[in-house]
């Protein structure tokens, strides 16, 4: 199988590149990433020998960058491409509608035009919004994005969406809960958490740091991912978590407890403006179906 990863210098798509080369020998991948500040090459700098992996520097919003990739004979693609910091979009949200929004469309198209088998679009569980204290997000699930990032995320699914039921087309939309583990990029909060320590500097913590979030490792993403692209249904959505639910303060004393760090160091800040409280995965149609 010749598989297309968008964005795959990031955090999450270089890891399932290595998962993809480790547990399947009979694939290629071609790995489009327009190296933006969150994608770096050294992620994947030990693959650069293997014949079964090919980069291409480009830019999802590019017709011409996506169709030199197609034309290597593209069976699947999977879209990992996105600006994806909220703090980011509340600053600008244009790039994110450019990326995350216009990207996918031009890929959407050019999966239509060369009748690709498969498109996964690599979504997040921001675009369901936020939960009260009890309950967790199924595949049902209202959208009610609160930030500019979620907003554009929810409205790259409803094209993905859109091209299934027009045009027939295999797609798939994938939602995860918040990922942590090697390569991710330090302005998230575990990894800015332990960096900061190890340095001695404070630790900024949004409000009074009890938002929830449901965590997992991104190991554990791509494996499910896995399944996803081999098994999973045309036109379905698939929530990915672990039920893993814990306070951010609660891992940040976490994170200090480990390092042997005062918790001294964690300095409360301004709360994020449509900062969601609350997010909490049902993961069981993914379990259930595949």
């Known amino acids: 199988m010749k598989l297309l990863v968008t964005g795959g210098a990031g955090f999450i798509g270089s890891n399932f590149i290595r998962h993809m080369l480790r547990v399947q020998e009979e694939v290629h991948i071609v790995n489009l990433d327009s190296l933006s500040y969150a994608g770096n090459l050294e992620n994947l700098s030990d693959l650069s020998s293997d014949p079964r992996y090919t980069f291409i520097r480009g830019d999802i919003t590019s017709a011409q960058d996506v169709e030199k990739c197609f ?16 703090d980011r979009s509340i600053l600008d949200a244009s790039v994110f509608v450019r990326t995350n929004i216009e990207g996918t469309q031009v890929l959407l198209e050019a999966c239509r035009r060369r009748k690709v088998s498969r498109f996964i679009q690599i979504s997040t569980d921001e675009v369901y919004g936020s939960l009260d204290e009890t309950g967790k997000f199924t595949e049902e699930s209202p959208l009610a994005p609160n930030s500019p990032y979620a907003a554009s995320k929810a409205a790259a699914d409803l094209l993905t969406r859109a091209y299934h039921k027009t045009y027939g087309m295999d797609v798939i939309v994938t939602r995860c809960s918040n990922n942590y583990g090697t390569h991710q990029f330090p302005e998230k909060l575990i990894p800015l958490m332990i960096l900061n320590a190890l340095e001695d500097k404070a630790l900024p913590v949004y409000g009074d740091g009890l938002q929830r979030r449901d965590w997992i ?6 494996s499910a991912l896995q399944f996803v692209l081999m098994e999973g249904r045309p036109g379905r959505v698939y929530n990915i978590g672990s039920d893993q639910e814990k306070q951010n303060l609660e891992m940040v004393h976490q994170i200090l407890r480990i390092l042997k760090k005062p918790s001294e160091l964690i300095e409360f800040v301004t709360d994020r403006p449509g900062h969601d409280r609350r997010y909490s995965i049902d993961a069981s149609r993914l379990k259930r179906e595949l």
């Open 71 to 86: 034309s290597q004979g593209i069976e699947a693609v999977i879209n990992f491409a996105a600006e994806t910091h909220v």
């Open 217 to 222: 490792h991104v190991k554990d993403h791509c």
